[in-house]
């Protein structure tokens, strides 16, 4: 019912910046959470930031500073901006969407895109 796409992803050195893009197509509900997630290897997923239809962020601490999230609900789109990458920042990141309703929690997902930073 929901398809998420990412691009964006690629190999920079430390210090550098790169913009992550998701487009969300299908059904798509106008009350919903956007988010980026990553999962490195050997590690469990974990949030990178999020953004509900309110426009309220949150952040992992890792990235507090560096990486901001927004979105475009007329485009379906949510971006991360990543400044100041550091090698620990290496990882598929994956785009979320998630519904709250009746009771339930709903996750869609991304296909993810490779994220490398390195000198």
């Known amino acids: 019912q929901v398809q998420l796409v990412e691009s964006g992803g690629d190999l920079v050195q430390p210090g550098g910046s790169l913009r992550l893009s998701c487009v969300a197509s299908?059904?798509?509900?106008?009350?919903?959470?956007r988010g980026w997630y990553r999962q490195a290897p050997g590690k469990e997923r974990e949030l990178v930031a999020d953004?509900?239809?309110?426009?309220?962020?949150n952040y992992a601490d890792s990235v507090k500073g560096r990486f901001t999230i927004s979105r475009d609900n007329a485009k379906n789109m949510v971006y991360l901006q990543m400044n100041s990458l550091k090698p620990e920042d290496t990882a598929v990141y994956y785009c979320?969407?998630?519904?709250?309703?009746?009771?339930?929690?709903?996750?869609?997902w991304g296909q993810g895109t490779q994220v490398t930073v390195s000198s």
């Open positions: 953004i509900a239809s309110s426009g309220i962020t």
């Open positions: 299908g059904s798509i509900f106008s009350v919903n959470t």
């Open positions: 979320n969407i998630r519904y709250t309703l009746w009771g339930g929690r709903y996750d869609y």
